[in-house]
Each structure stands twice: as C-alpha cells, then as structure tokens.
C-alpha cells in the first residue's frame, strides 16, 4: 500500500515528544533576539491516517533563546479533545469546537498564547508549550476562529472572525488590547467558503469570498470543492461599521494574504498568494491524495504573488501579477499592519524570496532543501524596514535547523541545529522576552 504524499517526506510526522538543552550554534545570534520562536503544524499519532494533510493533529516546536544561547528546543502536540478523547466534531450535541486540531498557527495576545485552526476554538498554551485548554474568552465567543487574526499595532485590538458550515456563515470578532471579546458582527456572503485569511486596513475589514465551497456529505478528506458559479470576489468593510462593499475579481483561492492598506488616493492595495484554478485543484489533490498522484506532481508552493487595488469610491479593482515564481507563506514587519509596507517576504520550496514593493526588485536566497515561513523579527530602534532578522526552519536530508537571517539582504547570521527533523509546517511566530 502506497503512504500518502501527506505523511512521506517531510511531511510525515515525528512520533515522539522530544527536549534538548543548549543546543549548537553556527555564527552568532544577536543578543537581544532573546524569547520564543513557536512554529505549529499537522503532527498525526503514530499509525493514525487523517485523511488529508490539514487533518493532523497539532504539534508545536518552540526554541528558546537567551542572550547568544540557544537554551532549549522541545515538541508537544497541542492536547486538544480531539487529541485526548478522540471527541468527534459533530456530535449528537451538534459541533463541538473544542473537538479540533490546532494545527496551524501560534499567536499571542494580551500575554496569552494560542494555538488556532480555523474551524474551532483556540487553544491556549504556556510559554513551556504545555497545553491549558479551549478558550471562548468568558463564553462571548460562540464560532470557530481563523488561524490568521490581525493585531492592530496602533490599537492593539486583534481582529478576527470565524467561518461555520451553516449560517450565519462569517462573523466579525474584536478583542481589546487587553483581552476582551467586545464586538461581534455577521459578515453576509451566500455560503460557506473556506475563508482562510483576511486582511486589515486603517480603516477597513478586508474578505476574501472565493470558490472553494462546503459540500456537505462529500466523502474522503475535507468537504469542500471548488465550484465555478460561485465566482469570486473581495469585499470591503469599514472597521467602524456599515454596508460590505464587494469587488468581482478572477476566479482564484488565495490561502494567505501579505500585507493592506490604503493608498494616497484612497483604494486598498492587497497582495497575496495566488492560486489559479487550475494550480489550486492540482495541489488540492496533492495534500488530500486523490486523483493521480504523477498527474498531480506540482509542488505545494504553486501559487504566485498578486495584487489587487480596490477603489470604494469608483468600484473598479485592478489585478496585477507581480511575480511568476511559485511562492507561498507572505510574511513582513507587524508592527506596519494596516499601513503602507515596502517588504515582503515569502518562500519557495527551497528558497526565501524578498519583494520589495518601491522598487519592483526582488532577492532570492536558496537555503534547503523545504523551507519554512520566514517569521521577521526588527531589531531595537530599527532605522529601516528591513533591519532585523528572518527566522525559518530549514530541513536538508533528515535534519532541521532554525535560519537566522539577515533581513536587509539575507545574509547568514546565525543557525540552531535542531536535536530532530522538523516536519513541513503552517505557521511560526517570535515572542520577544523583555
């Protein structure tokens, strides 16, 4: 029996939760990256087939670093009910958003950490990466919540929604800076589409209403399909409240967004990740592991960087293809959320890609043989945009090390050689330690 392509190379899991101490270093880490670098990802139990690459079940790696050294790594699989109890999602009871994954992204906010996936609840962890359990922040939240929320750096608020199976069909969520669940809001669209990410504008709440869409009852994997009447559209919607303005586009699936914002004159500029139809369906096939496996032989990073300019005052939008090369996981400076960034950085299966939005130029650095998301981190008092540093986990052959890069040219700086192989992950992010 062939093993799926979801659980061979390097996506096949790690069997066991490991720890090491001080571990080596190459070059010199700067001093003051002192924190957390966690990156989450599918990591099914041993013997256990999911069915689809996004099935597995949560497992994050975390690396510590203190002043120069490289004080720990360790794994823990995110002890969901899902995890523990092998609770079902639908139940008699109805959904149980706690009977999840929480495989995809780690954040934090408001000095609390979460795991996410965006069909349930999140998942708190401590800094140790032991598991606290779901949170519904004191029962006000009452859907699933995406992997991908958006921490305003002027309000620190964390927008956020969720997207459910039945209606209403997206929910608009805001968190205080301090944690509390204060504004829930529907967001009206005519099904249910797998709504991956969004984006967040000064001024605006930014949705992605694409063809990928539930289908209830279809067997194998995940039930979703793409489905070509549906069309595709982005819509726009003022923070403060007020009608959804929404903008026919080309049939495509966007995963992940970069960075948005409003220009000079008004309009929204969005760039993402991009995936034609044809591109989509071929990966799709990939990490579910139907259809023909040599037809379908495209490597996951097949989608390329797009941009969309929106005019609310005309209702015109402008799509652009930036770049022809397959790229995926768009990353940049956080603290420019919302507003007006130059860089952006992306990767490729065995590369780090870096666009720079002013000039049209990009910079390539090969790194491995998989690379992972390119999680920036800015250096103290940085000058420039890209002063600071990228942190990716690269594996070659069997063994996995933590890249430091040199952001402003991708530059080697400093690499953590990981006791274990790290399997192909979702998403990282850097908690900085003050």
Same mark, same amino acid.
């Given at each position: ?240 409240? @007020?009608? /959804? &303005? ?10 992940? %967004?970069?960075? $948005?914002? #409003?220009? =000079? ?94 000039? @049209?130029? /990009? &910079? ?10 390119? %999680?920036?981190? $800015?250096? #103290?008092? =940085? ?52």
């Amino acid at each position: 029996m062939t093993t799926p392509f979801y659980l061979s190379g390097n996506l096949a899991p790690v069997s066991a939760e490991t720890e090491a101490h001080d571990l080596p270093v190459s070059g010199a880490l700067p001093a003051e990256l002192t924190g957390r670098y966690f990156r989450n990802g599918p990591n099914p139990k041993p013997g256990f087939d999911p069915g689809h690459w996004f099935g597995g079940a949560g497992m994050l790696h975390g690396v510590r670093i203190d002043r120069g050294r490289a004080e720990w790594y360790r794994n823990r699989w995110v002890r969901t009910k899902k995890f523990t109890d092998d609770a079902p999602f639908i139940g008699e009871r109805g959904v149980d958003l706690a009977a999840v994954t929480a495989n995809t992204s780690v954040i934090r906010h408001a000095d609390r950490i979460f795991a996410l996936v965006e069909n349930g609840l999140p998942y708190e962890m401590t800094p140790e990466l032991a598991t606290v359990g779901p949170c519904d922040f004191g029962g006000r939240l009452t859907t699933a919540m995406t992997a991908h929320p958006k921490e305003d750096p002027a309000t620190g608020e964390l927008h956020f929604f969720g997207y459910g199976y039945a209606p209403p069909y997206v929910t608009y969520h805001r968190l205080s800076a301090g944690g509390e669940l204060v504004e829930s809001r529907e967001i009206e669209v005519p099904k249910s589409t797998m709504m991956h990410d969004f984006a967040v504008t000064e001024h605006y709440l930014v949705w992605l209403d694409l063809p990928f869409v539930f289908e209830a009852g279809r067997a194998g994997g995940m039930p979703y399909a793409w489905e070509d009447g549906y069309g595709a559209r982005i819509g726009v919607t003022p923070r403060q409240g @007020g009608p /959804t &303005q929404w903008f026919e586009v080309d049939p495509c699936y966007v995963f992940h %967004v970069g960075n $948005a914002w #409003e220009d =000079a004159d008004g309009r929204i500029v969005l760039n993402g990740a991009r995936y034609s139809r044809e591109s989509f369906t071929r990966v799709w096939a990939r990490i579910g592991n139907t259809g023909d496996p040599a037809r379908h032989a495209a490597t996951i990073s097949a989608a390329t960087l797009h941009q969309w300019t929106l005019d609310p005052a005309s209702g015109l939008v402008k799509e652009e293809a930036r770049d022809d090369r397959g790229i995926e996981f768009p990353t940049f400076d956080d603290s420019l959320l919302g507003r007006a960034s130059r860089y952006l950085y992306t990767v490729s299966r065995d590369s780090i890609v870096k666009y720079d939005h002013r000039t @049209g130029t /990009t &910079q390539v650095r090969v790194t491995g043989d998989d690379t992972g998301e390119a %999680v920036f981190v $800015a250096a #103290e008092g =940085a000058r420039a945009e890209d002063e600071g540093w990228l942190l990716s986990v690269v594996t070659t052959g069997g063994s996995s090390e933590l890249l430091v890069l040199d952001a402003s040219d991708l530059s080697d700086v400093a690499s953590i050689r990981l006791p274990q192989r790290v399997p192909a992950g979702f998403h990282g992010t850097w908690l900085a330690e003050g």
